[in-house]
């Protein structure tokens, strides 16, 4: 298994992992539309804009992260593994081979959870990320978590 640079067919794989709007708006946000086209799907992640890895095993494409900076972290994103491939540990897999990316990083590592995803804040809190505050509002306006490692 392998962690590397998303290639486009790789978008057009991801965005059939989700079939209705709350399912996508649960991983990446509030502000991807639904339905979408494949480019609009591209458009409204940044998936040209932000750092974005597929998680790979045999060519398969088994999940997906973005990173970037922000406060000061590197600011993890939009984390999903396939939902057939899902309760089996590809998500700390996954995790671990982008610590390892960003090994020599001086940075934290952040991200934000939505408060009713109890699986994936059990999946960082066993990474040993922990509850935080952050320097917005947006955890409070979105109903989600801040977490820091």
Known sequence: MELRLTKEED????????TT????ENWGGPLI?????????KKDI????????????NDKL?????????????HIGRVIIKPTKRANGLGV??????FKKYINSNQEYSLFVYTDNINARK??????????NSKTDYEKDNHCFFMKK
């Not at 539309?33 to 799907?41: L, M």
């Not at 940044?46 to 095993?57: E, L, R």
């Not at 999946?123 to 935080?132: A, D, Q």
């Open 33 to 41: 539309r639904f339905p979408f086209t494949p480019d609009q799907f």
């Open 62 to 74: 088994l999940g997906f992260v973005q990173v970037f900076d922000k406060y000061g972290y590197n």
């Open 123 to 132: 999946l960082y809190e066993s990474l040993g990320f922990k509850i935080s």
């Open 93 to 98: 897999k996954l995790m671990q081979e982008l």
């Open 11 to 18: 978008m057009l794989e991801l965005s059939t992992w989700f």
């Open 46 to 57: 940044g998936w040209n804009i932000i750092t974005s890895y597929s998680f790979i095993n």
């Open 21 to 24: 709007q709350s399912e996508v």
